[in-house]
């Protein structure tokens, strides 16, 4: 069975570089060709899409987030990385990892992926 896990630093300075990591588990042949997404969620509000990293290491991203995020995948660890540098106290949120058998842009309905992590807390303070 296919699980995500997400890991980082709960705690960033703001201006620094927020760097987490997701972890798949139990990876088939089928996953080799899902879409990689990152999702968070701020404290009270809703879910936000940030971007996505395809099966063959195509990116996507959120425009309001696009100069500031870099999605990554190593494929040897079953790994696929998410960079958002020059934090602030409004990047503090939940982020999760999903998959997708499909390119689904900007979409946080969990009914559309696959797989979703159980997210990581991340708070950006000084």
């Known amino acids: 069975q296919v699980q995500l896990q997400e890991s980082g630093p709960g705690l960033v300075k703001p201006s620094q570089t927020l760097s987490l990591t997701c972890t798949v588990s139990?990876?088939?042949?089928?996953?080799?060709?899902?879409?990689w997404s990152w999702i968070r969620q701020p404290p009270g509000k809703g879910l936000e899409w940030m971007g996505l990293i395809s099966y063959s290491g195509s990116t996507y991203y959120s425009p309001h987030l696009k100069s500031r995020t870099s999605i990554a995948r190593d494929t040897s660890k079953n790994q696929v990385t998410l960079q958002l540098r020059s934090v602030t106290p409004e990047d503090t949120a939940v982020y999760y990892c999903?998959?997708?058998?499909?390119?689904?842009?900007?979409?946080?309905?969990?009914?559309?992926?696959?797989?979703w992590g159980q997210g990581t807390q991340v708070t950006v303070s000084s």
């Open positions: 139990g990876a088939s042949s089928a996953t080799g060709f899902y879409y």
């Open positions: 999903a998959a997708s058998p499909k390119l689904i842009l900007g979409q946080t309905d969990k009914n559309l992926y696959d797989y």
